[in-house]
């Protein structure tokens, strides 16, 4: 009876152990089966350290394909100071190489990480540098590959494209706007160390980084440096305090071109103030339009069949009174007697109080709001500010006289080409945009796209054509003479806005502006220019911006493709312009004919005979004095 109890504990111990074994083996298969790969990821987890590989940031286009904002690639300094066995050695010949302090570096390679970035010194190397590094061989020392943020352009158009830190983080402009979509993913080199840093006999692990999303602009980087140019030749000769330009396409809204001056660099952004980089003038700068404002007070004029501008007469005696106040004109004496094209091709002052007290304030001031005064374009630029507007329950008649000129209010460069674009191209208020799409960088697959946005309808197409005319008209025969271009229909506004400090007005300090478009009665491009406080020439914007505005739009002839018109309303020249003739064909013409034609040109003869060959050849509009070459053959 006992051996057989301890036969059946030794079966059941026997028994035990096998199911145990069981169990073990079970447990094995599963591990090595089903969880292998779940506890081999732990374990790599545990022996890999990474080697960050920055992704290249986004490339910034204009709208045919000219980078603005690209990618350099550099080299940068990562450290892992388990793996540097002589900590002193690698410190002093880092140090000696970089020109930094020793003992900055020392604590570099002596810290208690797993990796060491060398920040500032050891970022963004160049070349030279990382190859004397490189050469030294030492353990722990690792060069990297970063992508560091380049402008081509430098100082053009950077208020708008704004910059990056040292990290490529984006701080300013679009470049902060649009961070979370230009900024890419980092990639990585695996490697695999113990819990002391040693290597382990492993394969390395290539990640790689993803870039970032490309962006295109509606920039046009021709007109773009046209209008720098155009402004840092205005800067050399007026010496202003400020000078800034905008130009839009009035049938879309999208900007062709934007600056300000002063500029920046945005690769040495540290080198400037925080206003001098921040203030995109023709978005943030608020100021007294002064007679470019009169567009609105015109356009609703003749909406609402208040004024006859050809059939209506006015007197103009200099000044007018209004609740109390004497308002002027800018001409002393006035103009005298005039039709209502002529108030608007003289600018005056009084004319236009005259057509804003028939119009009413609740009239005028809501033909302002929804010109969109008063309020934020909603343009992707960053500082917008919204102007400021009268309130119409605090006014009297003297606020709508004067906001009739353009006086007492104050807008924004960018309210006023988007108002005078609806102005002429058939009234539609348009929301500006200047991206024009977001694309993955591999397939250019569009994640964001902008399109034409309509605002709402301000004006009939009948008034818009109208405004058109009028302002053909300034040009060719008023105060916006001087951005008139021979063969082309070119329209404008001038502005001269005395400036106002502590609520009273700075006596000889004036902000000068034109906008101006063309073709005049087929609107493909609209420019404004302000120049703020030129010195050393009379403060009018006939005579300092409207010139400015006249060479972009001449420059814009060729990059738009706009052709040269015969239908344009003549220009009535002054004793101190210019007079433009056509020059006639005289080819196969005896020279004494051909000397009768060219009456008005200086001739330069080559050859005898008649004539085989001329230049400028015929139909070319030129100034009167200028030379014509003939050429005579036998």
Same mark, same amino acid.
């Given at each position: 009876m006992f051996f057989k109890r301890i036969h059946m504990r030794m079966k059941i111990v026997l028994i035990c152990i096998i199911l145990g074994f069981i169990v073990?083996? *079970?447990?094995?298969?599963?591990?090595? /089966?089903?969880?292998?790969?779940k506890l081999n990821n732990y374990a790599t987890s545990l022996w890999s350290r990474n080697l960050p590989l920055e992704a290249n940031r986004g490339i910034i286009y204009d709208s045919n394909g000219t980078v603005l904002a690209g990618n350099i690639t550099t080299i940068s300094l990562v450290l892992i100071p388990n793996q540097i066995k002589d900590k002193e050695k690698t410190a002093t010949s880092?140090? @000696?190489?970089?020109?930094?302090?020793?003992e900055d570096m020392l604590g570099h390679v002596s810290k208690k990480t797993s990796i060491e970035r060398v920040h500032p010194e050891g970022r963004r190397l160049n070349n030279e540098i990382a190859d004397k590094i490189a050469d030294l061989k030492l353990p722990g020392v690792y060069l990297v590959k970063e992508a560091k943020r380049n402008y081509p352009y430098d100082t053009s158009l950077a208020h708008t494209l704004g910059f990056v830190g040292i990290d490529n983080q984006g701080l300013s402009g679009l470049e902060l706007t649009y961070d979370k979509y230009l900024t890419g993913s980092y990639g990585a080199i695996k490697y695999f160390s113990d819990a002391k840093g040693k290597s382990l006999d492993m394969a390395q692990v290539y990640e790689q980084p993803q870039d970032g999303m490309n962006m295109t602009l509606t920039i046009n980087?021709?007109?773009?440096?046209?209008?720098?140019?155009?402004?840092? #030749?205005?800067?050399?000769?007026?010496?202003?305090?400020?000078?800034?330009?905008?130009?839009? @396409?009035?049938?879309? *809204?999208?900007?062709?071109?934007?600056?300000s001056r002063p500029t920046f660099s945005p690769s040495n952004y540290q080198n400037y103030t925080t206003e001098e980089i921040n203030r995109n003038l023709p978005v943030w700068m608020t100021y007294e339009p002064g007679s470019t404002f009169k567009i609105i007070t015109l356009a609703a004029s003749l909406e609402e069949n208040?004024?006859?501008?050809? @059939?209506?007469?006015?007197?103009?005696?200099?000044?007018?009174?209004? %609740? *109390?106040?004497?308002?002027?004109?800018?001409?002393?004496?006035?103009?005298?007697?005039?039709?209502?094209?002529?108030?608007?091709e003289n600018s005056c002052n009084t004319g236009f109080v005259s057509l804003g007290l028939r119009l009413g304030k609740d009239k005028l001031f809501s033909y302002i709001d929804d010109f969109g005064f008063g309020n934020k374009t909603g343009i992707e630029l960053s500082g917008e500010s919204s102007g400021i507007i009268f309130d119409t329950d605090k006014i009297s008649d003297l606020e709508v006289a004067t906001t009739a000129f353009g006086q007492g209010v104050a807008v924004t460069a960018i309210q006023q080409i988007t108002a005078v674009s609806a102005a002429i191209n058939g009234g539609i208020l348009y929301k500006p945009?200047?991206?024009?799409?977001?694309?993955?960088?591999?397939?250019?697959?569009?994640?964001?796209?902008?399109?034409?946005? /309509?605002?709402?309808? /301000?004006?009939?197409?009948?008034?818009?054509?109208? /405004?058109r005319y009028a302002l053909e008209s300034v040009v060719a025969r008023g105060t916006g003479h001087n951005a008139?271009?021979? %063969?082309?229909?070119?329209?404008?506004?001038?502005?001269?806005?005395?400036?106002?400090?502590?609520?009273?007005?700075?006596?000889? #300090?004036?902000?000068?502006?034109?906008?101006?478009?063309?073709?005049?009665?087929?609107?493909?491009?609209?420019?404004?220019?302000?120049?703020?406080n030129a010195k050393g020439i009379t403060q009018y914007g006939g005579t300092v911006a409207a010139p400015i505005a006249k060479q972009f739009l001449t420059d814009a002839i060729n990059v738009l493709g706009i052709e040269q018109r015969e239908d344009e309303i003549p220009k009535e020249y002054n004793y101190i312009d210019k007079v433009y003739y056509d020059v006639p064909n005289v080819v196969n013409l005896e020279l004494k004919d051909a000397m009768k034609e060219l009456k008005p040109f200086k001739v330069e003869v080559v050859g005898n005979g008649t004539i085989a060959y001329q230049s400028p050849k015929a139909g070319t509009k030129i100034a009167e004095g200028e030379t014509v070459r003939i050429y005579l053959s036998e």
């Open positions: 073990i083996i *079970g447990r094995v298969f599963y591990i090595q /089966v089903f969880s292998y790969s880092l140090a @000696n190489i970089l020109n930094v302090d020793y980087y021709e007109l773009q440096e046209i209008l720098e140019r155009e402004l840092d #030749n205005a800067t050399s000769m007026y010496s202003p305090d400020q000078a800034f330009g905008i130009a839009m @396409n009035p049938n879309t *809204g999208e900007i062709l071109a934007i600056a208040l004024v006859d501008l050809e @059939n209506e007469s006015f007197f103009d005696s200099g000044a007018v009174s209004v %609740g *109390g106040a004497t308002l002027h004109c800018w001409k002393h004496g006035g103009h005298g007697q005039e039709t209502f094209l002529e108030v608007v945009y200047i991206v024009k799409s977001i694309n993955e960088p591999t397939t250019n697959q569009v994640v964001v796209e902008n399109k034409p946005t /309509v605002v709402r309808k /301000v004006i009939s197409e009948s008034t818009s054509e109208k /405004v008139y271009i021979p %063969g082309y229909r070119v329209g404008g506004k001038t502005g001269t806005a005395q400036k106002a400090e502590n609520g009273s007005y700075l006596s000889g #300090n004036y902000i000068t502006s034109f906008i101006g478009f063309m073709p005049a009665d087929d609107p493909q491009i609209v420019i404004y220019v302000a120049i703020d």
